[in-house]
């Protein structure tokens, strides 16, 4: 139910592209006006979000400890996945974002007769994360291309490097094989994953049928459709210049990519994809498990009613002395 | 007390499915299965620490005698804790439902209702805030994951987030930290804002308030208690040891769970750190009230919790000791990690802490002034200061269950080891997958260790117990030793149900038996009063 809704909504993104720039001829809808609805969306959705999830206090130094803590000197401690300094949590973010670290841990159980319950290692669901992000950062550089005059030294060397295996034009990117690969997988997942399947909701079919689409839509405009590139890299230039123009003859296949994009970056501060911002504001992670060294102030910490020592001794005085145990009033 | 329920034979129980039904979860309302539930708290316990709604009701009951307004209640409760916890509010959003979580959690792997993956007992909790917090919730409602908060719903998040220990296991795995303990935890605090606790959470909190224990023993009891460890003592060892309460000007404050001052096997352990503190003459006291380290208020709301730790510093402070020593207890060490320092610090009124017989200085406790004792004795033994006899300990085959909250929520993995590796000489590791930050629950943690949840608790407990079957069929291990009360609490009763034959333990139990104390007659006896084999006792 779920998985038809979200592919509908895809298909019907394309249609109204299609509709609108081949029907009612809307090209400066779609290649201007939407593009920078998208991005203002996104700029201010993501700093809206993180600013809020700012806002809210940190009242308890809660890291989640994953290895030796720090405590006697012949004892090695863990200094990453049991962080006791800054360099530490510093250290344990980056293996976590760039790295995905935790992820990495993961094991899958299995329970075989007997009872015995097994523990396998299961690292494709990591790969899999990997290689989308990685491809995905990749590709969204390489797009830099169509956003700067002279293209920078950096981004010509990442397309020689992620063309590597290709001699011959067009260049054919190890990234656009990697990703539908990795798309592909994460659908399976939750396709054929019972388990994954039982928790999946609309919002998550919905990115990865969308995403399938920006890059499907590429591919198909890169090496069939070939569209024209000076035309594009005009409209491009355009919009990072603030003077947008709209040359004649670009296919649709374009507009349906361009518009694809948007959705998503207008989608993202509303979705769960907000987790690319959250990971580095989650409280296990980035905090220190040093509170026995430093004090963690509670910023909203209100007096609240205790029992004193004077209410205790005063119910059990009599039974104190006689099991001769100090106290303080006789 | 709670009647004791009759959990189903370990065969039919270990008959588990992962699969889940057809049917979408939201469609499919909670069912209370007796056995899997605890039963309501007596209104008087609320009363007793001033929490609202006391009430008689039943989990069971069609009608929970809510008051009118219980919907704007916890409305308005999520919205308060979205500010005041960074955790609450990242993990209602970011959350991708990867599923990594998924099975990694003791209740599913051992019960397989696909409600206990972390990841959807978060989401029971997450589609309400998304109908009444988020913009996509609002307007697209279900196909945006979004539902109403109705009676059937908030029953279901009562059932299920009593069905969780808080162990922390799902958020060592999840990529970005997300930790249902922090969710369970506010979770219970909403339901909390209702009056809808256990019994077996909230007469200890009760007890706790008046007596400084959750087992409600009066200072003469406390006492006696030990009085009756230090006979035991001199029967086995022939030494009169002696120990002191509420003594002014010690220099440390011990600290332990009350679990381990009455009943079996905490009282061993007791028993051994008397005879410790006793051979290196520390300078120590108890304190009748601030005799309990564990805080079952850390599992009905934060400031119940913060109002039963109260007594920790203030007895320090009222005693004048330098320093305070904690003893071996699972979520008392969640709390004096995480959380004692925060609620009633700084306690500058205390001393860094040096151990007065090695000179080590724990400058890992320097702010809070709480060392561990496993801290502390794995000191002692590296400095050679204790004569130990590890034969003594030959007729036991060790295997060390880590505890989730000194796992995951600390990191004590090699102080314990390095004890037990010194004290005994069979010691054997359950599998890599099963100890240290990825240790599993005892199936019995955060107050869930009741008796009319049996068939919950033997079933949370079971990826535990498997890991223990390894080890006893490939090594023989027939004892679990560990460093929590709660575990020896919950542990003999699992053991007795999956695996018969293995007895639980604490670390300073075998320590006390290993230790050779000076002007001991020769031991035939054991801590638990039984022959020591090969020892003058009988074979």
């Known amino acids: 139910m779920g998985i038809l809704f979200s592919f509908a909504v895809v298909i019907a993104i394309v249609l109204i592209v299609f509709a609108g720039v081949r029907g009612a001829g809307l090209n400066y809808l779609f290649a201007i006006i939407i593009p920078y609805l998208a991005l203002l969306t996104f700029i201010i959705g993501v700093t809206y979000r993180v600013f809020n999830w700012g806002r809210s206090a940190v009242p308890f130094r809660v890291p989640t400890t994953g290895g030796q803590q720090f405590t006697l000197p012949w004892i090695k401690s863990n200094k990453l996945d049991n962080p006791h300094t800054s360099y530490g949590v510093i250290g344990r973010m980056i293996l976590e974002v760039l790295l995905f670290r935790s992820l990495f841990r993961n094991t899958k159980a299995e329970l075989h007769d007997g009872p015995r319950l097994v523990y396998g290692s299961e690292k494709l669901l990591w790969l899999a994360a990997i290689a989308f992000h990685y491809s995905f950062l990749v590709i969204l550089l390489r797009h830099l291309r169509f956003f700067t005059v002279p293209v920078p030294t950096p981004i010509q060397f990442l397309e020689f490097v992620d063309s590597f295996f290709q001699v011959g034009a067009p260049l054919v990117y190890i990234t656009n094989f990697v990703i539908v690969i990795a798309l592909l997988f994460l659908l399976y997942r939750r396709l054929g994953m019972p388990q ?94 040093n509170n026995r060294m430093q004090r963690h102030v509670n910023p909203w910490d209100y007096p609240i009613k205790v029992r004193s020592y004077d209410d205790y001794e005063n119910e059990f005085r009599e039974k104190m002395k006689k099991a001769g145990i100090p106290v303080e009033k006789e | 007390m709670a009647t004791k329920g009759k959990p189903p034979k370990p065969e039919e129980l270990s008959k588990i499915s ?5 049917r979408n979860w939201m469609d499919i309302p909670v069912e209370f299965k007796p056995g899997m539930y605890c039963h309501a708290t007596r209104p008087k316990y609320l009363e007793a620490v001033g929490m609202p709604f006391p009430r008689d009701w ?36 970011i959350c991708v439902r990867c599923g990594a979580c998924a099975d990694k959690c003791h209740f599913f792997l051992g019960g397989g209702d696909p409600k206990n993956m972390p990841v959807l007992r978060a989401e029971l909790l997450r589609s309400v805030y998304r109908k009444y917090f988020t913009t996509s919730g609002k307007i697209f409602g279900k196909a945006a994951g979004a539902r109403e908060l109705t009676e059937d719903v908030l029953k279901e998040i009562w059932y299920y987030y009593f069905q969780c220990t808080e162990c922390r296991r799902c958020s060592l795995f999840c990529p970005y930290g997300i930790d249902q303990a922090e969710i369970t ?98 300078d120590y006291t108890w304190s009748t009230m601030a005799c309990e380290g564990g805080n079952f208020g850390f599992f009905t709301s934060m400031e119940v919790a913060k109002k039963l730790y109260y007594k920790i510093y203030s007895e320090a402070k009222r005693l004048g000791v330098k320093w305070i020593l904690g003893g071996e207890c699972g979520h008392q060490w969640r709390l004096m990690n995480q959380y004692a320092d925060t609620w009633w610090g700084p306690p500058d009124f205390l001393e860094e802490p040096v151990s007065p017989i090695t000179g080590t200085k724990f400058e890992n406790a320097k702010g809070s002034k709480i060392v561990h004792i496993t801290e502390f004795t794995a000191d002692l033994i590296k400095h050679g200061k204790l004569k130990l006899d590890k034969s003594r300990n030959d007729h036991l085959k060790v295997t060390f269950h880590d505890s989730c909250n000194t796992s995951r929520a600390m990191g004590i993995f090699e102080e314990p080891r390095y004890i037990i590796k010194n004290v005994c000489n069979h010691f054997y590791e359950m599998p890599e997958s099963t100890i240290r930050e990825k240790t599993f629950c005892c199936g019995s943690g955060s107050g869930l260790n009741a008796g009319e949840n049996i068939e919950l608790r033997m079933r949370g407990g079971f990826p535990r117990a498997n890991a223990v079957k390894y080890v006893r069929e490939k090594f023989g291990v027939n004892m679990l030793a ?34 050779v104390m000076t002007g001991e007659i020769e031991r035939t006896l054991d801590l638990r009063g039984e022959p020591l084999p090969g020892k003058g006792g009988a074979e």
């Open chain 1, 196 to 289: 994954i399947k039982y928790i999946s909701l609309p919002s998550d079919y919905f990115p990865l049928f969308l995403i399938l689409a920006i890059v499907l839509s590429g591919i198909y405009m890169r090496y069939f459709d070939k569209v024209d590139i000076v035309g594009v890299k005009q409209i491009t230039m355009g919009l990072v210049s603030f003077r947008p123009t709209i040359p004649d003859g670009i296919g649709i296949i374009f507009y349906i990519h361009l518009t694809l994009v948007c959705t998503l970056f207008a989608y993202f501060p509303f979705s769960k994809l907000v987790h690319m911002a959250g990971v580095f504001l989650s409280p296990t992670r980035n905090l220190a498990n």
């Open chain 2, 18 to 22: 992962y699969t889940p039904p057809q």
């Open chain 2, 58 to 93: 039943s989990p069971a009951d069609a009608d929970w005698k809510l008051p009118d307004n219980w919907k704007e209640i916890i409305l308005q409760g999520i919205k308060e804790r979205l500010m005041k916890y960074r955790t609450f509010h990242v993990f209602m959003d």
């Open chain 2, 185 to 282: 935890i506010i979770g219970r605090e909403l339901l909390n804002l209702l009056g809808l606790n256990l019994d077996w959470i909230m007469g200890p909190v009760a007890n706790s308030y008046r007596t400084g224990n959750h087992l409600g023993l009066e200072p003469h009891t406390i006492k006696a208690n030990i009085d009756f460890m230090l006979d035991d003592i001199e029967t086995i060892t022939g030494i009169r040891v002696e120990t002191t309460f509420n003594r002014k000007g010690a220099e440390i404050l011990f600290i332990g769970p009350s679990g381990d001052l009455f009943g079996v096997p905490g009282n061993y352990v007791t028993m051994g750190e008397l005879m410790l503190f006793h051979e290196i003459g520390l």
């Open chain 2, 482 to 515: 560990n460093i929590c009360a709660i575990d020896r609490a919950a542990l003999p009763t699992l053991m007795d149900y999956w695996n018969p034959g293995v007895d639980v333990c604490g670390v300073h139990e075998l320590l006390g038996n290993a230790l």
